[in-house]
């Protein structure tokens, strides 16, 4: 591969998606490294004035600061947009820093967005406290429920909010329906992609306007940085996200970025392999607890669905035991999977979400959401999966399942 042939759009887009996953955005120094460089660099020198002048008026390519642009981040862009089949991406700090900017980017006071219900806690915060706050009223439907989304349009909607599958409850939203209602509309549709990946699902395919990462999770993969993406059309990023970045700061560090560029190089192997360990698991337990939530599972009322958006239904899944002694009761008893609330790690690791990630909710909002006393949430790591299997069977058996 040549120096500049990763950046090259007329060739990378016809790479196949492994390829681009390894190869994509690559752009290579005059030392012609075969692994990315990694630029710590806050700024940038010019030969002359009016390079500098030309660069910053837009009239010419080339770095001005970065907080703007970073060779490794701008790698990093160019392969996540490939892989999502986006005209554009641009890197954030974090997941939520993500989803923040792909909402306060378009909408102002008097704007109208709804949202699902069932959201990672954080997310559903964005709807019902900080847009509110600047006068941008919200609305939480039944992601399920096709109609509630077309129902729940005023004349001030602008944007359509979701993730599927939905975290912790694992609610599957039929993107092509919701996409369709939204065109229609003139809505915006902005998809949380961050169970799934480019790896599992391409939420564009199915008519989405803007997809939003939590990098953190299967793209670095690791558990080893935060970081976040938001892809979309050129247009839209370059003229509604660009100006708010470009303002107020939420950019991805380089080396972040780096990191999550090795990471996806192996994002398809293992997500498909931890989908694969997730649904064995599921299956060996499913009949032992209360409520088993796993859209890789014919129990799942949206099976389907998901099956036909999906290559494959990911690593999380979640389950409900009754109560949060019994929860508690499973977690105390693991041996090899940790307690903790990152998902899309290599390592299999299980939360109770009730007092962790939605522990800022209230309870009515718990309530609505399905997130019970009694759900833990499982991400389903590479380890061989019959250990994990007799982890969870020991556990259990400990709680008196």
């Known amino acids: 591969m040549k120096k500049t042939t990763g950046t090259d759009r007329s060739i990378t887009s016809n790479w196949r998606p492994a390829t681009q996953a390894v190869r994509g955005g690559t752009w290579r120094s005059e030392h012609g490294e075969t692994s990315e460089a990694l630029f710590l660099t806050s700024g940038y020198t010019y030969d002359n004035a009016q390079t500098v002048a030309d660069r910053f008026a837009g009239e010419a390519d080339g770095m001005t600061y970065s907080r703007l642009q970073n060779p490794t981040v701008a790698m990093l862009e160019e392969r996540i947009a490939l892989m999502e089949g986006a005209e554009a991406c641009r890197a954030q700090a974090s997941g939520m820093a993500a989803m923040t900017t792909a909402l306060l980017c378009q909408v102002s006071a008097g704007d109208h967005v709804v949202g699902a219900r069932a959201a990672f806690g954080s997310c559903r915060w964005l709807l019902d406290h900080l847009l509110p706050r600047f006068g941008i009223e919200t609305t939480v439907v039944d992601s399920a429920d096709d109609d509630a989304w077309e129902a729940a349009i005023r004349p001030n909607t602008k944007v359509f909010f979701f993730e599927t599958p939905a975290n912790p409850t694992l609610d599957v939203v039929d993107l092509a329906h919701v996409c369709e209602v939204a065109r229609a509309h003139g809505i915006t549709t902005v998809v ?16 989405a306007d803007v997809v939003a990462y939590s990098a953190t999770k299967l793209m670095d993969g690791q558990g080893r940085v935060l970081a976040g993406a938001v892809c979309g059309s050129q247009e839209w990023i370059d003229e509604v996200l660009l100006p708010f970045q470009r303002n107020t700061g939420p950019n991805c560090a380089p080396f972040n970025a780096w990191v999550v560029l090795k990471g996806l190089e192996t994002l398809s192997l293992r997500a498909h392999r931890q989908s694969e360990n997730a649904v064995e698991l599921g299956k060996s337990i499913e009949a032992r607890v209360p409520k088993l939530l796993h859209p890789g599972l014919p129990s799942h009322p949206r099976h389907e669905l998901a099956k036909r958006q999906m290559s494959a239904t990911g690593p999380i899944f979640a389950f409900d035991v009754g109560d949060r002694k019994t929860a508690f009761a499973i977690l105390d008893a693991l041996r090899l999977v940790d307690i903790s609330n990152n998902i899309g790690d290599a390592r299999s690791l299980m939360c109770h979400p009730a007092s962790t990630t ?44």
């Not at 759900?375 to 999966?385: A, K, M, T």
């Open 358 to 401: 939605h522990a800022g909710m209230t309870q009515e909002a718990r309530d609505e959401m399905g997130v019970t006393e009694g759900l833990l949430r499982i991400n389903v790591g590479l380890e061989d999966v019959e250990d994990i299997k007799e982890d969870f069977d020991q556990a259990l058996k400990a709680a008196g399942l």
């Open 192 to 207: 949380d992609n961050a169970f799934a990946t480019s790896a599992l699902q391409r939420p564009m395919d199915f008519g």
